[in-house]
């Protein structure tokens, strides 16, 4: 008599990661923390390097998030700058379209209730944690630009800001803006984030265009200081009737 067949016993299941979970881990630690490198996000969320580069470019492919290199202030090192990634319009709608129906909602009773005054305390409220990381940069880089700072204080909160150099001054871009939607029904939002920027560098800044209006990038003049005389769309160039020393030691002398 054969002995009969013996079933081996079942091998457990192992657990599959959820990659869709997972996928919006990471893009919900770029919402909470800003443009961030792959080796951040791993680091954040207990995954491999590897493992965070796929999710990345699957989130890429999907239009959710982009790319840049990382700004990199005083000496860069050897090799490529890392590349940050960070939400685009198409991601920051996944996550804030039900809250910007809320925010409307409670912007809209409040002014109802408690007026126009309420809503522009609360906007001023709401800049005062820009204001802190701002205040935080400039004491632990005492030497750098202002408007640089502003723009690393910015880009931390969201914003995605960069700085590009315009007549007789700097443009402050910010090229996503998490509150548009809320700021398109209460532009207090934006006067409050205008008047701060004014603030903060000592300057009466201009703003040429927000995202909240239908532009592209919320763009912000900051004029640099003029000096007495001097024509701000050309700065004074060399006499020409004065000779240049021909040596560093001729350029010593009085």
Do not use: W
């Amino acid at each position: 008599m054969k002995n009969p067949r013996v079933t081996p016993p079942a091998t457990p299941a192992v657990p599959v990661l959820d990659e869709a979970t997972t996928r919006d881990r990471v893009a919900h630690s770029i919402l909470e923390h800003g443009p961030s490198t792959a080796a951040e996000l791993a680091q954040r969320l207990g995954l491999t390097t590897a493992a965070v580069r796929r999710h990345l470019t699957a989130l890429v492919e999907r239009g959710e998030i982009s790319s840049r290199e990382q700004r990199v202030y005083g000496q860069r090192g050897r090799g490529r700058p890392s590349k940050v990634f960070y939400l685009t319009d198409q991601g920051h709608g996944e996550f804030y379209q039900a809250y910007d129906d809320l925010a409307i909602a409670a912007m809209t009773q409040l002014a109802n209730t408690a007026g126009s005054t309420a809503v522009h305390s609360l906007a001023e409220q709401r800049v005062e944690t820009l204001e802190a990381a701002y205040r935080e940069l400039a004491e632990q880089y005492p030497d750098r630009p202002a408007v640089e700072l502003l723009a690393e204080a910015l880009s931390a909160d969201g914003y995605a800001a960069s700085i590009r150099p315009a007549m007789a001054g700097d443009q402050l871009c910010q090229h996503h803006c998490p509150v548009a939607a809320v700021a398109a029904e209460f532009p207090q939002l934006c006067e409050a984030e205008t008047q701060l920027f004014s603030r903060l560098l000592d300057s009466h800044v201009q703003r040429l265009a927000t995202i909240a209006h239908g532009d592209g990038v919320c763009t912000t003049h900051v004029p640099r200081m003029i000096v007495a005389g001097e024509n701000p769309l050309h700065p004074p160039a060399a006499d020409p009737k004065t000779p240049l020393p021909s040596s560093p030691t001729e350029r010593s002398q009085p």
